[in-house]
């Protein structure tokens, strides 16, 4: 049985996903799971030859901090480790130019505010 916070997680990966696709974005994979992490989103921007990592993140209340600003250094080494697992096992998409997007969907899941950052963190 999903949890709550992982069903409203779901809700706002479909929010993203529908926004990046109108974008103009290719789903490649959703829910990439390795023993490292996860990926929420894989998608291709086919205007730049660009593999696209996607990390979604969802707040209700921004009055703390945004969405997009959760992303710690900590989950963004985490993402970055997995997209260089995600390219050792689909060989194919190794000599892409690759690049990490946050998508911050935030407000109320029935009409969301879309804070879409583009190349948000790079590899070190």
């Known amino acids: 049985m999903f949890s709550f916070k992982r069903q409203v997680g779901n809700q706002a990966e479909v929010i993203a996903l529908k926004y990046l696709c109108k974008h103009g974005l290719e789903l490649i994979e959703q829910n990439y799971l390795t023993k490292m992490g996860e990926i929420d989103i894989i998608m291709l921007d086919k205007s730049e030859q660009t593999l696209v990592f996607v990390e979604v993140r969802y707040r209700r209340n921004t009055y703390f901090s945004s969405a997009a600003e959760t992303v710690t250094r900590v989950k963004q080494a985490k ?15 190794q000599e892409f130019i690759c690049r990490f997007d946050v998508v911050g969907v935030e407000s109320d899941l029935k009409c969301p505010k879309i804070n879409w950052i583009k190349d948000a963190f790079e590899t070190q």
Request: aromatic share 20%.
């Open 79 to 93: 993402l970055i480790r997995t997209a260089q697992y995600y390219l050792q096992q689909h060989s194919k998409y």
